[in-house]
């Protein structure tokens, strides 16, 4: 709930809010919305990799996807208080899906990556072009592909659906209570002096780092489509995104960290934002910060030095998106530090 806090009196005032179909919303609309931020809102399993969305006239679940263990997510949203029972929908869809196996599951994975070819998430899905679990195990990036008998040993659902729906609320908490792995995850739409705002409620705790704070982000450096840009980007030290990713430099602010990912490697550099004047090179598709280098300048692959996926896992005991130009979530101040120390320590070698 958002309440506004009364200064004068230090009282709490409760503010109304709506669901999606108040703003001439439609079911779909809240699918999209919830796809594209997926990894922004749900966090009890840290990460997800998409592999299905509903399409038009199937009997398809609205969103599924993996975890890093192989199990599948099933998600059910609900713009708005309905008389339809959505836990009724959602254990329909776990009897059809948890009886896929791996070679179904592949079909399913193909057929939607192609789909989503020029949408919002090409991002995620641009440089694949193996088999379910090639991309699985790159998405996560796992030391060894997933056997298949290792995929949708195990089902996880989840309603989407409106914070007063109580009765929607009642029947997920029974079905709780009978042993099946089924949570609601609430959203609420506010209206505030004209402008809209979403609020959603991340599983197990809410919990997301403030960006206005000084954070580090491991940042993509584009090396499947452009091998040079690494090279480019030390030697003139800045970090760059190219193409559709030029919007992602936007989420840096000055003092930041950036730590450069290089694909196949891990971080091998790390920088801090000198300025915040964004310089935009129409020509090349490419948008860069200027960057104090905080590690040796590197000239070629022999120079490198890289802290892997693996390592940094271990060192901060947290996964991240991987697939992403920006492995979210962001980095805190310590976190940061204790990469950055991590990284100098393999170039002092």
């Not at 703003?23 to 809240?30: C, N, P, V």
């Not at 009997?59 to 959505?86: H, Q, T, Y």
């Not at 584009?222 to 030697?235: C, E, Q, S, Y």
């Not at 919007?247 to 000055?254: Q, T, V």
Request: with cysteine; net charge neutral; hydrophobic share 35%.
């Amino acid at each position: 709930m958002l309440y506004k806090y009364n200064q004068t009196n230090k009282n709490l005032e409760e503010l109304g809010f709506c669901d999606i179909t108040h703003l001439d919303g439609r079911e779909k609309d809240l699918e999209d919305l919830c796809a594209q931020n997926l990894w922004k809102m749900y966090a009890e399993d840290n990460l997800l990799m998409p592999i299905l969305q509903e399409r038009p006239y199937q009997e398809e679940c609205d969103m599924g996807a993996l975890n890093r263990n192989g199990d599948l997510v099933i998600f059910e949203l609900k713009r708005c208080v309905s008389k339809e029972d959505a836990t009724m929908q959602i254990m329909k869809y776990l009897q059809i899906y948890g009886q896929k196996n791996y070679r179904e599951l592949n079909d399913i994975y193909l057929k939607y990556r192609e789909s989503k070819k020029g949408s919002w998430q090409d991002e995620i899905h641009k440089n694949c072009k193996g088999e379910l679990k090639t991309e699985h195990r790159e998405f996560f990036q796992l030391e060894e592909e997933l056997q298949e008998w290792q995929f949708n040993r195990r089902q996880k659902l989840v309603v989407v659906g409106n914070s007063s729906d109580d009765a929607l609320i009642n029947n997920i908490e029974f079905w709780k209570g009978k042993g099946i792995d089924i949570d609601f995850l609430p959203y609420r739409f506010y209206t505030i002096h004209g402008e809209i705002y979403f609020e959603f409620f991340a599983k197990p705790y809410d919990y997301h780092l403030n960006p206005q704070n000084r954070k580090g982000i491991m940042f993509d450096t584009d090396r499947n489509n452009n091998p040079d840009a690494l090279w480019d980007m030390i030697k003139n030290k800045k970090v760059s995104a190219y193409g559709a990713a030029r919007r992602f430099i936007k989420r840096f602010n000055k003092n930041d960290y950036a730590f450069f990912y290089h694909a196949g490697w891990g971080i091998v550099g790390a920088g801090r934002i000198a300025s915040k004047q964004i310089v935009d090179i129409k020509e090349k598709k490419e948008r860069y910060l200027k960057v104090d280098l905080l590690t040796p300048s590197i000239e070629k692959e022999s120079d490198i030095r890289y802290l892997s996926p693996k390592e940094i896992k271990g060192i901060l005991k947290k996964d991240f998106w991987w697939a992403s130009t920006v492995k979210s979530p962001y980095l805190s101040k310590n976190e940061s530090e204790e990469l950055l120390e991590a990284l100098k320590a393999k170039y002092s070698e």
